[in-house]
């Protein structure tokens, strides 16, 4: 894991406005941010959803949900469960309640404010979390991880999604808020050495176009 990258002074402002606003979109750039987010995530969900097996009567929680397009398809395939969604953005909040309207009507949807490393849920609550493109932001990682086993059911798997670090020296979304950044093995490694390193984890090599790799880890929490 490669922390606190340095840039050239003259990339390092829009670089660490964009990676704030990645992080933790607000405001009129936060609207904007959504939109772009919707467009980048998309094939890093198809992937990470590939891994996720989630059952009609499961309860799922999605942590940095974003817009909140991963938590309607979220809610379609827990249709029985209970899908919860935790983002630190007010702005993402908001427009993934506005998105998800019915759903947190019908209270098969819950949403709040909060952060993955205090996240604000009971012991073994959940059965899968999904986490697509936030690692980065985390700080610390190791107490986010820990936080992911604490709230998992026994059994329960932790499935997320990260770019390969080889493209992330100069995307505009890795700034000085850019926490963490990874490979396939050192995500293995950091996984392996929390709580989940109980069992084996899975560390699944995605392509995407021009030339983008991406990752999917899978950790389960033993029973």
Known sequence: MVQNIDFEPSN????DYVAEQFAAP???????????????????????????????????????FGPGSGL???????????VFGIDRSKTMVSIAAARN??????????IAEGSFEALPMPDCSVDTILAVNILYFVDPLEKALAEAYRVLKPGGRFVAYATNHSHMGWLQFNGSVTRNIFTNQSLRDVLTSSDFGALPVA??????????RGIVAVATRAE
């Open 12 to 15: 390092r402002f829009l670089h």
């Open 101 to 110: 309207e019915a759903s947190i009507t019908a209270r098969t949807l819950k």
């Open 72 to 82: 309607r398809k979220l809610t379609r395939l827990a249709c029985r469960g209970t």
């Open 203 to 212: 560390i699944h090599s995605v392509w995407l176009p021009f030339g983008f």
């Open 26 to 64: 607000e405001g009129l750039a936060g609207q904007l941010m959504a939109t772009a987010m919707r467009i980048i995530n998309w094939l890093p969900y198809r992937a990470a959803f590939r891994r996720l097996s989630v059952g009609a009567d499961d309860d799922v929680l999605e942590v940095g």
